[in-house]
């Protein structure tokens, strides 16, 4: 139980493009998601919080309008980069909480984004 | 404020060598949970071990041993006969209640790597 999945777990795009990135939850639903970001050699750096139904919370320093988080769904989060640039080159991971109550929550395996 | 701290960024061993691991955490939280995860080359974050803030029993699991102290505010992480497939970087992580959420906070891993 308690499996993340993400998609695509890679992709590469042209700078000035816009990359989405899915989060789904596929054995339990999850009101709360979160996604990260992780550079080379880095940890992982919490970006939002996403719950279901209302606006993200973003992270100190993270640009809302270019970071777009949905959670339309108990089981769906989406992350759009927005005009993607070179330096949005990362790693990118998405977390999930079960709707249950527990506090832990679940790793999405990550998506890989490169920007040419 | 709520901080994890892995002092070591690198270490490299010999195969059967010995190994641990150090993980300190800052928290005010009375309840939190610890948690050590393994990231392989592919990225994917894989789950080790979690404890929450009340158990201080140390837990052994095959090669794996986890030595959770309060008094000194560590969550150290010891593989016994360490194997070339243990090569990888280790996240410890806290999860404190920040923000009116729970959230993560991940150390800058250390980076094991096991010669053969």
């Known amino acids: 139980g308690a499996v993340v999945s993400q998609h695509p777990s890679w992709v590469i795009c042209k700078s000035g493009t816009s990359v989405k990135i899915e989060c789904r939850s596929l054995?339990?639903?999850?009101?709360?998601m979160f996604w990260y970001r992780q550079f080379p050699k880095q940890s992982l750096m919490l970006m939002a919080t996403s719950n279901e139904g209302s606006k993200a919370t973003y992270e100190q320093g993270v640009e809302k309008d270019k970071f777009l988080i949905n959670h339309a769904s108990l089981t769906l989060s989406t992350l759009t980069v927005t005009s993607a640039h070179p330096e949005d080159s990362s790693f990118y991971i998405c977390?999930?909480?079960?709707?249950?109550?527990?506090?832990?929550?679940?790793f999405g395996p990550g998506t890989r984004l490169t920007v040419l | 404020a709520q901080k994890v701290t892995q002092a070591q960024t690198e270490i490299s061993v010999v195969e059967k060598e010995d190994v641990t691991l150090d993980c300190v955490y800052e928290t005010r939280d009375t309840t939190y949970y610890l948690f050590w995860y393994k990231q392989p080359p592919s990225g994917e974050l894989v789950f080790l071990i979690r404890?929450?803030?009340?158990?201080?029993q140390n837990e052994i699991s095959g090669r794996y041993s986890w030595n959770f102290q309060k008094s000194t505010s560590s969550f150290n992480f010891t593989i016994t006969a360490s194997q070339v497939v243990d090569s990888a970087v280790y996240f410890c992580?806290?999860?404190?209640?920040?923000?009116?959420?729970?959230?993560?906070?991940f150390g800058t891993g250390t980076r094991l790597k096991v010669l053969a």
């Open positions: 054995d339990f639903q999850a009101t709360t």
């Open positions: 404890r929450n803030s009340f158990d201080e």
């Open positions: 992580a806290l999860l404190g209640f920040t923000s009116g959420t729970y959230k993560y906070i």
């Open positions: 977390s999930a909480r079960d709707r249950r109550g527990h506090n832990e929550q679940f």
